[in-house]
């Protein structure tokens, strides 16, 4: 009982790791807010006040088609797979393995047995292979191996369990990850949207003052004809009607461009959108008043501020290295371990059948199990979650080589 007494110390100093707290924002003094402004609940689907059809359309698509998207929900999985494997080491672990071996013997590779070959006498040599009559002929050998093993380790330092701390820290880090990326997504779709309208106005201009160039220009051409203006009135008209008409191509370019990358962001080929946004519209209108919420809640709002908790709450917990604990200590309890082998082998002429069973029982003692029983399953996920990220990583790549 002393020595239990004086070890109480030491093994409160094994438990891994401190406890998290969600650090508290120090918070100034906020400035007012402009009369622009409302202090009203923020609407979470921001683009439906622009009351634009379209908009709202290329929107939805991007949310279900984006690839950046789909990527980060890819993660989510992964994650969560990941915390299934975590959750895992604080259960038993079960081990199974049946297996069978066959293995055939050429006539030209004898092997040795106990006793003569069947119906030879010992002394008498082997008709196959000439060879004594304890050499036997070919044989066809049959092995089959069973084996379960369970075992339970005992998180006695808590090292599984914070674990999965850091394990469901993993899981919202990828949900702040994915908001954050929706965020950023959903902006760029309404800022192209936005800015494909503004310059199609825009161009709606220049092809009005084009018009009226030339018109001037055809009245200085002919004041110059009649001697009322110099040749420097003439060439500067033209070169003010070229420039303008300059303008105007760089205004056709920059409205395709943002055509191309509305369509990359809403998962298509870059041409797939020009039908729809060619035919020139109004731009949106924009809300008269701007709901922005309470001062206390905008940095709770912020996805990348989420994401930066959430990593200190990974990074508070980490996960220990595999097979070591921070204080070296690791308990294992053996339920069960149980193997059974079956060998059958058939000679020339008969068969015989052996059987060994070894080491049933229950026992107790200190031991790492190899292959944890559910381990295999959550693992096969976690990758399967990765490869899913692979086909809109590689679809993206493809539709932003052709852009």
Known sequence: MIVIFWLIP???GCVVGPDYRAPRPCIPEWESIGAEASDETPVNEWWALFNDPLLESYIEMAKRYNKDIRIAEASILQARA???MA?????????????????????????????????????????????????????????????MDVSWEIDLFGKNARGVEAAVAAIGRSFEDRNDILLS????????????????????????????????????????????????????????????????????????????????????????????????????????????????????????????ERNLAVATNPPP????????????????HADRRCRLSIPETEESVRCQKHNLGLQRRCFHPGFSGWKPDRQLKSPGSRTDTGGPFLSKKCADSCF
């Open 10 to 12: 030491f093994l409160c």
């Open 82 to 84: 990941n915390r299934q």
């Open 87 to 147: 959750a895992s080491a604080l259960y038993p672990q079960v081990i199974a393995d049946l297996n069978a071996t066959k293995t055939y013997f050429s006539k030209n590779g004898p092997i040795f047995a106990i006793g003569p070959a069947a119906g030879n006498p010992a002394d008498t040599p082997s008709a196959t292979t000439g060879l004594p009559g304890t050499v036997q002929a070919p044989q066809t050998q049959t092995l089959f191996n069973a084996l």
């Open 185 to 308: 997504i959903l902006a760029e779709v309404a800022k192209s949207y936005i800015e494909v309208r503004g310059m199609q106005q825009r161009m709606v201009l220049i092809e009005e003052n084009i018009t009226l160039l030339e018109e001037n220009k055809n009245i200085v051409e002919a004041n110059y004809r009649r001697g009322l203006v110099s040749r420097l009135d003439l060439e500067r008209s033209e070169a003010d009607l070229t420039s303008l008409r300059a303008t105007l191509n760089g205004a056709i370019a920059e409205i395709y461009k943002g055509i191309y990358t509305l369509s990359l962001l809403t998962g298509n080929f870059p041409e797939a959108l020009l039908d729809e946004m060619l035919p020139q519209r109004p731009l949106p209108e924009l809300p008269e008043d701007i709901a922005v919420g309470l001062r206390s809640d905008l940095l709770r709002r912020r996805p990348d501020i989420r994401r930066a």
């Open 321 to 336: 290295p595999p097979c070591q604990c921070r204080c070296g200590c690791r308990l294992f309890l053996s339920l069960l």
